[in-house]
């Protein structure tokens, strides 16, 4: 059994490094959002500052591990067979969890993942030893469960948010009152002032409140005196010292370097906040494995008995992680946050929900969504109504967004007083929770101070607020959701492994390892669907003749699509093959999505097109208007084919059939000429591509009169009419939209050009 206990050990770790590196990547929103949001400085710098921060913060997270030992579970209930059983269902499900949310870009809390995995792996485990005793887990299960720590736990997690939220909320209004968006001559006279307290805060609460559970804590420093003591008994000279020292140095660095104040801010800020990350979440990845290692170290020095009846209640005492494993498993984030390209697409969720600007929005709008902004608009309304007009002046006057990034091509999503009050607020608060040995969510905390300070800053206008609520009700469901999967997930596998027996561990284990391969070659499919819908996307900063080039791109992708929608799902229909209506289907969604897309950029695009002698912006929205109905004829062609598929109604008849595949063949060649048009640039072909849709227009004609003789002859239903009636409708609108896309883009070049001589 010592060979079997060590082979689930290395298990254990091999788990860890591989949580280590899921967790992190979805993690490293939480520091990284700010300093990347606000573009405070170059991004080796900041991942530089991050990467120390964790290294240090590592160091911190000693008194945080006691959570994953003692703070959901009585070890001493439980023998060395079954606690291992719980740690491996916790570490397997914790991979794959954490996983599947970053592959989506979703930012999830890896604290309420462990702890529900912890909750729900002993509460199965603790059922199983009861019902095999004999006993009533109803009324035993309170001996076998921390209950009160438990949902202290719980309890300080959600109120978190509300607190993360409030707090964020607050401080950015009155920072934003006191410095305004044009902070720049205010920054002169009060920056120093303001670093230093931003600062100095920081430094009160990591230091201050985070030293005593340092692993070098109680080094001695004066006699008996330790490190942890001196600043314990020097708290107050700490803080003056500190708020003088880095107000003094901020405005040095200003003065003789012209070193921005607010970057100096910020990066303190990116730094603070991973080290209070590592203090407090390094728990959340290594804490289980550690205490199945010390688990194991015990049963060895006792003898290595049965498993099944050696006690573990040496768990339950004080156990000092050693310094090297932390900072190895530092060292592992450090790589992992360098090199995770999962860490970014959760990241840019973030931005993307606290943007200042505006954009593609990554949420569509909801029921909830709707109601909240209403009902909030109302009383904004009331509101105004009762403070005096000079007061809502003023304050109005500080929230005027500034124009200092009126001509960067590509400007921050937010600027640097939010980003600093985002490091700020979430790094006192984490580190203050760490402090209290409460493993608060460092995701929770620090996407909802970044979602208060949004709000407060005005981010979320009537054009946007509604879609940004709604994705960050998206995101908290997404929370609820690890909390239950993560309890029935951990549980069902410490229920399989516990009455399969321990050949079950190892197919769990190739089931996880199978997850997470699926998930990242999902990833990867997915991050290159995405470049290669970049490809046309058109930037303000782009070059007219790229524009022209990109626009290309985009109706050259249009009528592709067309005519892979229209042939699949024609032959699709005919021949009931449910697969190629699918992908009909999925091929109409994703043209519309790009088609959506495209014509939400008009805007940016618009403004390029209409400085200086070029003027040829309405051209251009022409061509998305176009592109957009030949999206909206393709889905309103495919939609009703797969609800007659779907319902199962009468097939067409053979003389139908006949008819629908002489179109196809005619409507293929159309596409087929039109692409060598728009691509070759060859726009003299239009006035043949018309006398071409003119003679599939006649067709159409003549199909219509045939379906009428079928009606008044009883040979077809309403319902075969109906959808006859509209293949023959759209596919009209589809060829008719096809022409003036092309048409309108020939137009385009030939001005823009001319514009440009």
């Known amino acids: ?367 909830l969504g709707r109601i909240i902004v209403r009902s909030t608009t109302r009383f904004n309304k009331k509101l105004t109504k009762i403070i005096p007009n000079p007061v809502l002046e003023t304050i109005n006057s500080r929230f005027r967004p500034s124009n200092y990034t009126v001509n960067d091509p590509d400007p921050p999503a937010f600027d640097k007083i939010r980003a600093s009050v985002n490091l700020v607020v979430a790094s006192i608060l984490i580190a203050f929770g760490t402090s209290l040995k409460l493993p608060l969510s460092t995701t929770y905390v620090t996407f909802m101070v970044a979602m208060g300070s949004s709000l407060s800053d005005r981010a979320w206008d009537r054009d946007s607020a509604v879609f940004r609520i709604s994705g960050v009700m998206a995101v908290i469901g997404g929370w609820f959701l690890t909390a239950l999967i993560a309890f029935a997930g951990s549980a069902s596998i410490a229920l399989v492994i516990s009455l399969g027996g321990n050949l079950m561990i190892f197919v769990f284990i190739a089931i996880a390892v199978f997850m997470i391969l699926r998930t990242h070659f999902l990833f990867v499919s997915r991050n290159k669907k995405i470049l290669a819908e970049q490809e046309d996307v058109i930037d303000v900063k782009d070059p007219y003749e790229v524009i022209i080039g990109k626009s290309s791109k985009q109706i050259v992708k249009a009528i592709v699509s067309s005519n892979y929608v229209f042939s699949l799902g024609i032959e699709g229909f005919m021949n009931e093959d449910r697969n190629k209506l699918k992908l009909a289907e999925k091929a109409s969604a994703d043209f519309s999505r790009r088609s959506k897309r495209n014509k939400e950029k008009v805007y940016s695009t618009v403004e390029a097109l209409t400085g200086g002698k070029v003027d040829t912006a309405h051209y251009y929205v022409q061509v998305m208007n176009y592109k957009r109905e030949m999206a909206h004829a393709v889905h309103f062609l495919i939609d009703p084919i797969i609800k007659y598929s779907d319902n199962d109604h009468k097939p067409f008849t053979a003389e139908q059939n006949t008819e629908l595949l002489k179109l196809g063949v005619l409507v293929d060649n159309f596409f087929n000429f039109a692409l060598h048009t728009i691509r070759e640039n060859k726009f003299e072909n239009i006035d043949k591509l018309i006398t071409d849709r003119e003679k599939i227009f006649e067709i159409l004609s003549k199909l219509e009169k045939n379906q009428i003789k079928r009606i008044k002859n009883k040979e077809v239903n309403t319902r075969n009419s109906l959808l006859y009636f509209k293949i023959n409708s759209e596919t009209k609108n589809l060829l008719l939209n096809t022409v003036n896309v092309i048409k309108s883009q020939r137009d385009f070049i030939i001005n823009t050009r001319v514009a440009l001589q």
């Not at 008995?305 to 900072?327: E, F, H, Q, R």
């Open 1 to 367: 059994m010592e060979k079997f206990y060590i082979i689930v050990v290395v298990v254990l770790f091999a788990l860890a490094i591989s949580d280590l590196v899921v967790g992190v990547a979805n993690d490293a929103v939480n520091f990284l959002n700010s300093a990347v949001g606000s573009k405070a400085a170059p991004k080796w710098l900041i991942f530089f500052m991050a990467a120390l921060g964790i290294l240090i913060g590592a160091t911190f997270s000693n008194g945080m591990m006691e959570v994953a030992r003692k703070g959901i579970f009585h070890p001493d209930m439980f023998f060395f067979s079954e606690i291992m059983i719980i740690f491996l269902a916790v570490m397997i499900t914790d991979v794959i969890l954490l996983d599947t949310f970053n592959a989506f870009g979703m930012p999830t809390s890896t604290t309420v993942s462990i702890v529900f995995e912890l909750l729900g792996a002993a509460v199965v485990v603790a059922i199983v030893k009861i019902k095999m005793a004999g006993g009533s887990s109803f009324l035993e299960l309170s001996k076998y469960i921390n209950s009160d720590k438990a949902l202290a736990i719980i309890s300080g997690i959600l109120v978190s948010v509300v607190i993360a939220f409030t707090f964020g909320a607050f401080v950015q209004y009155i920072a934003r009152l006191i410095f305004s968006f044009n902070y720049r001559r205010p920054m002169k006279y009060f920056g120093a002032i303001y670093g230093g307290l931003a600062i100095t805060a920081i430094t009160y609460f990591i230091l201050v409140k985070g030293i005593s559970d340092s692993s070098f804590a109680e080094i001695k420093v004066t006699g008996d005196e330790t490190i942890s003591d001196w600043v314990n008994h020097n708290t107050v000279k700490v803080i003056l010292i500190s708020f003088i020292g880095w107000a003094v140095i901020i405005q040095i660095l200003n003065w003789f370097f012209k070193v921005k104040i607010l970057k100096v801010v910020v990066l303190v800020g990116t730094f603070a906040l991973a080290m209070a990350f590592a203090g407090n979440d390094l728990v959340n990845f290594i804490g289980v494995p550690l205490a199945g290692f010390n688990s194991f170290q015990d049963w060895i020095a006792n003898g290595a008995t049965n498993p099944d009846t050696y006690g573990m209640a040496s768990l339950a005492g004080k156990v000092t992680t050693p310094t090297y494993m932390l900072l190895i498993s530092g060292l592992v984030m450090v790589i992992t946050l360098i090199t995770s390209k999962k860490a970014r697409a959760v990241t840019e969720t973030e931005v993307n929900l606290g943007r200042q600007c505006e954009g593609t929005e990554k949420f569509d709008s909801s029921l």
